[in-house]
């Protein structure tokens, strides 16, 4: 627990730095971290999906977890669904649910990747009637948006091949193209369509929506509500993912975060467990975009979504743990002195530049997110605050045998 006096003098240290302390817990309290109803399901790694106790066994039951980690952290108001994973006879009735929890649902997901026919791909595959049968999926999709009252389609694509010649790759870029321009007219108004990309896996030789690059030539032929999804955990490793996000800031192309985090590739590990000064710079880039002009606006509509596999740890746990780690990457780019920070770069000052983005990353702003969490009425810390309550019992009943993947 942070004390009263520790607040107390953590606030006029930063004031007397000239930072506005108002303007960062403002900022704080109205950032929205959307979580996935997959985080809470069982999963696993390629061999095993692990079956833990107490995971939810449909589709109203992660809504209720997420309800707790929103209750807990303040700040998890929305819940992305996953569909056929969270398909139910009555949308209107899962909206509803969803709302008397408090909670509102978030971008929706079509599933192009588990059904048999999908073995070669999706909407690129050789054969016609696969190609149609997954554009079907997207827009019923599409019409459950509608349903639940979502802004946001989601799009991944696990399209590629294995093996040099076994297939047309410009035939396949083609293919792509005819289905998102057929999801992006069938959009709900005032709707946006966020295309991710992975670089490899499941496809091995080539993937049909490989990297941002990709994903942006798309979204250029599409329109202005076609947007990039970046997944952290989607790139090769060495690449510099905060420079990719002020790239697409600046061209008002950046839509949405799945925020994890990985050590070798596709990891799905917590969000800032493995590199957490990578996260700080994603964060000082997007916040930095909020003070421009040039940018503010594409910033601040930004979907940030969680998009993390559980596969060992606790489900709950491990969400609020993300969560949590989210806020504090953004806590410590709000606390960046941006105008000595402009003023170093254009003098040229290298080693003063550095400094003043490593002096913030390394400000403990635990005192900060204390104050910010007291003043909207929340435990100091949220998983200690989950540990102690009475829901991770509660939720012993369901047993073994939830919802998995």
């Known amino acids: 627990m942070v004390s009263q006096a520790e607040i107390e003098l953590w606030v006029k240290v930063h004031e007397d730095k000239g930072i506005s302390v108002e303007t960062v817990k403002n900022r704080l309290k109205n950032l929205v971290i959307e979580t996935p109803s997959w985080g809470y399901a069982d999963c696993g790694t390629r061999f095993k999906v692990y079956k833990q106790v107490g995971v939810p066994r449909n589709p109203y039951e992660k809504l209720e977890d ?33 709302n008397e929890l408090g909670l509102e649902i978030g971008a929706v ?17 050789p054969r016609e009637e696969v ?15 509608k349903l639940v009252g979502s802004d946001v389609l989601s799009l991944w694509f696990a399209d590629g091949t294995n093996y040099p ?44 929506l490989a990297d941002w690059g990709m994903s942006y030539h798309y979204c250029l032929k599409l329109g202005e509500r076609a947007q990039v999804l970046v997944d952290l955990g989607h790139h090769p490793q060495g690449t510099n993912i905060p420079h990719i996000v002020a790239l697409l800031l600046d061209e008002g192309k950046l839509g949405g975060f799945h925020f994890n985090n990985r050590k070798y590739a596709d990891d799905d590990l917590m969000v800032g467990t493995i590199d ?64 000595a920070l402009r003023k170093a770069q254009e003098e040229g000052d290298v080693i003063r530049a550095e400094s003043i983005l490593k002096d913030a990353f390394e400000t403990d702003v635990r005192p900060l997110l204390a104050l910010v969490r007291e003043e909207m009425g929340l435990p100091q810390d949220p998983l200690a605050a989950y540990l102690q309550s009475e829901y991770p019992k509660k939720i012993l009943e369901r047993g073994i045998g939830g919802q998995g993947w």
């Open 131 to 145: 190609r149609k049968k997954a554009i079907s999926h997207i827009l019923e999709c599409v019409e459950i948006m």
């Open 165 to 208: 010649g076994q297939d047309h790759i410009r035939k396949r870029k083609r293919y792509m193209l005819e289905a998102l321009s057929q999801t992006y007219e069938a959009l709900p108004e005032n709707a946006r369509m966020l295309i991710e990309y992975k670089f490899f896996e499941p496809a091995f030789y080539h993937t049909d």
């Open 109 to 125: 997901n079509p599933n192009l990747f588990q059904d048999d026919d999908f073995a070669l791909g999706s909407v690129c595959h």
């Open 276 to 339: 957490p000064y990578e996260l700080f710079l994603i964060c000082n880039e997007l916040i930095d975009g909020e003070n421009d002009p040039a940018t503010a606006e594409c910033a601040r509509n930004i979907s940030y979504m969680i998009d993390q596999c559980h596969s060992i740890e606790s489900k709950i746990p491990a969400m609020i743990k993300s969560v949590v780690n989210i806020q504090t990457a953004f806590a410590k780019a709000l606390l960046v002195q941006r105008d």
């Open 66 to 98: 997420a309800a707790e980690v929103h209750r807990l952290t303040g700040i998890c108001p929305k819940v992305a669904i996953h569909i056929p994973w969270d398909q139910v006879d009555d949308y209107l009735h899962l909206k509803s649910y969803a």
